[in-house]
């Protein structure tokens, strides 16, 4: 049977379908999402379960000259499918391939890009009143946003502007119940039980009619009560609530796997000339039976997809197992900051672990299941995280924030104003740091050495290995003189044997790994094994044998480790995952300059370039920006043999 889907190029191609030929567009993408996902790996979940939503938009909107903005973009590959992207689905977060969140440079119906959660309101509310104001063509504009998006506090920012202004946009709240990992908080709780009564909306109209129409004249006192009469029953009968006393219409609980349900919403929506929110239910891993029936814990699996792990529509049969055992690989840097941090809790009661929406992206899952009266988790809302954590330290707790270096970025005010300020002893364990592949530009984290080293009272470390990533937890936690932060990578560590006792690390002390003279190899963080890679060949390509030294802090640098450097080397190459400007290098370069002892020594600063690096594998990655062993002893071996030319 030919597919309607093959004969859909553009969004206006849905526009002569009818609702049943649109229901079965929406199984199409459906289906296609499964099949290409499921072999190549991405996002799965939360796209399965807003195939109708897509297409009742792009059905009803003329897009790009009408908006629809995508929170997030986890919820965002049906989009791609139905405006001319459905032949690249299978690249998507490949290098050189379809990004993995909608991307404005990637298509015209990409209206922002979205890689963090919660942003679609606000971008919608400007888009609306630039309209209003003549400011580019004129428009409808939809903002669709996950029940998870609304836990972060800016969609509540956004959401009061909204009302307050009468703007006139719709809002699709896909409700699916899930984030990554079942929502938490309040918000979530209200939503549960409007799902569950799905006809008190209904009931609240039919009751105020009633109620007006009693004999007796007592009908006619209640009609002249007026707003108290209907402030009193919409308290009663509850749905709606939280968004009408916004001044936002709100219509729901709509059934957001029937397109033509959803049509009828969103239309009667789009033509009220007000804000409205249209409350769709839908279920995350829709159409794949082992994310839909396999309850919450079924969703939360199946929030991606790993490549390789669905054939035929079902979950793909395991490979065989190999005729000689498998030698396990190192364990995951986060694996073992979450077992680390663990026994730091069994060890000291002050400590607890606090997490964003992310259990399992940042090991606290393990905490979740050994200690759960020590975990926390505050939703999709690291600025309420940190504020959290600042009020912990102020009662004498050691909170411990693992946040991935990316998302903390959200939380900027919060670490200057209420922690550095304030000196509290808060910990900041930022996962993720560096490049961290398919995700690309919204996740890579590049900035977090830049943005917090020139906070006062703040100390900076950054582990070399697993093993000393151990040590540097226990040293947070010890700590007791303000905040500290330590940053790590994405995937495997090194290798190495874990210590059985962690030990405090003196704060703002290097080490030296390998000495040697002329050329010295300062790293910090994954910048170290690059130094270690970098210096094996060296002296066998080059005949250069350099020093090699762990700074383990950007601050307080250890300026005795550096002058010793810049006094017995010509040449001092810094190396570090994160933006130049402002980074570990650019400390080490102001350290000796104001000390007045560059004199002949040469700085040589390695790190990422000053632009937003895309997706792909991190190794392809870095060999695009020269963060590999042998791009950087090219780089040292020019700067040896052509000094002028390589510091250039």
């Known amino acids: 049977m030919t597919k309607l889907l093959d004969q859909i190029d553009g969004p206006a191609d849905l526009k002569g379908l009818d609702d049943d030929q649109l229901q079965q567009v929406a199984q199409e993408v459906r289906e296609l999402i499964i099949d290409t996902i499921g072999e190549i790996g991405g996002h799965f979940g939360a796209n399965l379960g807003a195939c109708e939503i897509a297409v009742a938009l792009h059905s009803l909107l003329n897009s790009p000259t009408d908006k629809v903005l995508w929170d997030v973009g986890h919820q965002a590959y049906p989009h791609k499918v139905l405006t001319g992207r459905g032949d690249q689905l299978h690249t998507i977060r490949k290098y050189g391939g379809l990004a993995p969140f909608c991307a404005m440079q990637e298509s015209e119906h990409d209206i922002m890009g979205a890689g963090h959660a919660s942003t679609s309101v606000s971008y919608a509310v400007g888009i609306k009143e630039a309209m209003r104001r003549g400011t ?22 956004a959401l009061l502007n909204a009302g307050g202004m009468d703007m006139p946009i719709v809002i699709v709240v896909n409700d699916n119940g899930m984030s990554i990992a079942p929502n938490v908080g309040a918000l979530s709780r209200y939503f549960n039980r409007m799902r569950l009564n799905p006809k008190l909306y209904h009931a609240r109209e039919d009751a105020e009619e009633t109620l007006t129409k009693l004999p007796a004249g007592i009908g006619k006192r209640i009609e002249r009560l007026g707003p108290i009469l209907k402030e009193s029953l919409k308290a009663y009968w509850a749905p709606g609530l939280f968004f009408e006393e916004l001044d936002l219409a709100y219509v729901g609980v709509i059934d957001g796997h029937d397109v033509k349900a959803l049509r009828q919403a969103i239309g009667e929506a789009l033509e009220a000339d007000r804000p409205v ?63 680390a941090l663990v026994e730091e809790c069994r060890r000291d009661d002050r400590v607890v672990g606090i997490t964003a929406a992310m259990n399992s992206g940042t090991g606290l899952n393990i905490l979740q299941r050994e200690l759960p009266e020590r975990y926390y988790d505050v939703g999709i809302a690291e600025q309420h995280a940190i504020l959290f954590a600042a009020g912990l330290a102020l009662q004498g707790a050691k909170p411990v924030a693992a946040i991935y270096s990316t998302f903390l970025q959200r939380a900027y005010d919060q670490i200057v104003h209420d922690v550095c300020l304030q000196r509290l002893n808060v910990v900041f364990a930022m996962d993720r740091a560096g490049l961290v592949g398919d995700d690309g530009p919204t996740h890579h984290g590049a900035f977090d050495i830049s943005y917090m080293r020139c906070l ?28 500290i932060a330590l940053r790590y990578p994405r995937g495997e560590a090194e290798g190495l044997r874990l210590p059985r006792r962690p030990e405090p690390i003196e704060i703002g002390t290097g080490e030296l790994l390998r000495e040697s003279d002329r050329v010295a190899l300062l790293g910090y963080g994954y910048g170290v094994s690059l130094a270690l890679g970098a210096a094996d060949l060296l002296a066998a390509e080059h005949g250069v044998e350099p020093t090699v030294a762990d700074a383990r802090f950007a601050k307080p640098l250890d300026g005795e480790l550096i002058e010793r ?31 007045d002892l560059l004199g002949g020594t040469r700085v040589l600063r390695i790190g990422l370039p000053d632009r937003f690096v895309t997706h792909g594998k991190p190794a392809l990655l870095r060999e695009e920006v020269g963060l590999t062993p042998a791009a950087v002893a090219d780089r040292v071996a020019q700067a040896v043999l052509e000094p002028s030319a390589a510091l250039a």
Request: charged share 20%.
């Open 277 to 339: 929110v249209v409350h769709c239910k839908t279920v995350k891993g829709k159409g794949f039976v082992p994310a839909e029936e396999g309850g919450l814990e079924g969703m939360e699996k199946w929030h991606a997809a790993k490549p390789g792990s669905i054939s035929n529509g079902a979950v793909a049969e395991p490979a065989p197992p190999p005729k000689k055992p498998k030698v396990p690989g190192p364990p995951q840097y986060t694996t073992v900051f979450g077992e």
């Open 565 to 595: 450097l810049a006094a017995e080397h010509d040449l001092i190459v810094t190396l570090e995952e994160n933006v130049l400007a402002g980074g570990f290098g650019s400390g080490v370069l102001e350290h000796l300059a104001d000390n």
């Open 136 to 157: 580019g063509a004129d428009g409808r504009v939809v903002a669709v946003i996950g029940d998870g998006a609304l836990t972060g506090g800016v969609s509540f920012e």
């Open 456 to 483: 006062p009272h703040l100390v900076q470390m950054a582990p070399r290995d697993e093993a000393m990533l151990v040590h540097m937890l226990h040293t947070a936690v010890v700590y007791d003189e303000g905040p």
